[in-house]
Structures are given as C-alpha cells and as structure tokens.
C-alpha cells in the first residue's frame, strides 16, 4: 500500500540555518509527491509539488528532488526565517491507483529563534 | 479568487448529537475532498466528491456521510457524535485531481464534550 514516513520533530532552528526534512514513502504505482505548510489555526498550504521521478519541486526557497531510486522528497532550504516557523507536512497521492486522495506523514513541526 | 470556504470554523457539540459542515470549493473546482486531522491520528481521508458523486472513501464508520451539490459545494455529516471525533475537518477542492495538488481551506474545529 501507500505510506509516508517523515522526519519526527519538533525541529528548531536559528534563522539562517540550513533546513532539511526527510521524507521517504511507499507506494505502488508512479505517485505524484507534495510538501504542504500548516500555520497555526489555519488549514493546509501547498508548498511545493513533484509529479515524476527526478522532478524538483521549488517554492519561496525551499526544495524537494522526485528521487525514485532511494524513494525519498526531502525537504531543504538553504536559510531559514522566523516567519517558516509551522508545521510541515510531506504526502503522496497515485490518482491512477487508489483515487484521489492524499497520504500524508505524520507532519514535522520547525520552529525558527532569532 | 477566493479559496475554499469552510463553515462554520468552530462548533461544540455534545455526545449523541448529528453535526453537519459545509464547503464551499474554489470556483470552477469540481473534486472536492474531506479529511479528519487529529494529534493522534494526523491526517486522515475521509471521502472524496467530483459532480455529485462520491468516487472515494476513507476508512471511517457509517455515521460519517457527505454529498455534494450540483455547484460543487459540499457537506459532510457526522451523526451519534463521539468524543473521539472531536477534531479539524479539512475541506480541499481540485480542478484536476490529487496528482496535481488540492487547495485546502481553513477547517472546522469540532469539540465534542
């Protein structure tokens, strides 16, 4: 079946650090892969997307390479800001296979310190 | 354009009552999709709806139910309310399909007591 499994957290950080979340999935077709961003008291936002293998997904400075072969999307940035402080969330979704929806990671929570 | 509309943001319910939330999709967005977050359990699908009619489903009981209408907004219902249930329902509308990604909206916060 499909699965993701993310990074446990929380993460903290100082602002300008270097960000990354792991992420590996499993999943029996070709999925697409997803980071969203989660604000406290609000809903889910698309960070960035990845439709097949050796895609990278890009978005207010983060990033996520399709690595099909270690079947991974870390998420990395290279200088984070107290305004990335949120929860994130990696998913996958294999619309051929099992419809549409999402299987989403456990969610890793990061928050940046001046 | 506005995003997905969910209402209403927060509700307390009691024990044994029915509840019924509402989605309102992005204009022209036809798929619209529920899920249940809870610290828990995380993230979880619930059922998801493409011009009146419920192509998916998640692993839940039969008191959780939704329909969507003919303008794509949609409600979910949750009938013989559990404590267990008390969580953020997430509604998400696509124009093309999860493999492209969904707009979520703000949720509902459901406390049950």
């Known amino acids: 079946g499909n699965s993701v499994t993310q990074m446990e957290g929380p993460v903290t950080l100082s602002e300008e650090a270097f960000l990354t979340i792991n992420c590996t999935y499993t999943a029996t077709g070709y999925p697409s892969l997803f980071w969203y961003v989660q604000y406290p008291g609000e809903g889910l936002q698309l960070l960035l997307k990845a439709t097949k293998a050796d895609d990278k997904g890009s978005n207010k400075g983060f990033e996520a390479t399709y690595r099909k072969e270690t079947t991974s999307f870390h998420l990395e940035k290279g200088s984070v800001q107290v305004s990335d402080s949120a929860v994130y969330f990696c998913a996958l979704s294999d619309d051929r296979n099992t419809g549409n929806q999402f299987y989403f990671g456990t969610g890793t929570s990061l928050t940046v310190i001046p | 354009k506005a995003g997905v509309t969910q209402t209403p943001r927060y509700l307390i319910k009691t024990r044994g009552q029915q509840v019924t939330l509402s989605c309102s999709p992005i204009s022209g967005h036809r798929s619209v999709s529920w899920y249940q977050q809870t610290p828990g359990q995380g993230l979880q699908f619930l059922f998801e709806?493409?011009?009146?009619?419920?192509?998916n489903k998640g692993n839940f009981p039969g008191r959780f139910s939704g329909r969507q209408f003919s303008n794509s907004r949609s409600e979910m219902n949750v009938s013989t309310l559990e404590l267990g249930d008390s969580a953020l329902y997430l509604c998400a509308s696509s124009l093309r399909g999860s493999n492209y990604g969904y707009t979520f909206g703000s949720g509902t916060r459901l406390t049950v007591v």
């Open positions: 709806y493409f011009s009146e009619t419920q192509r």
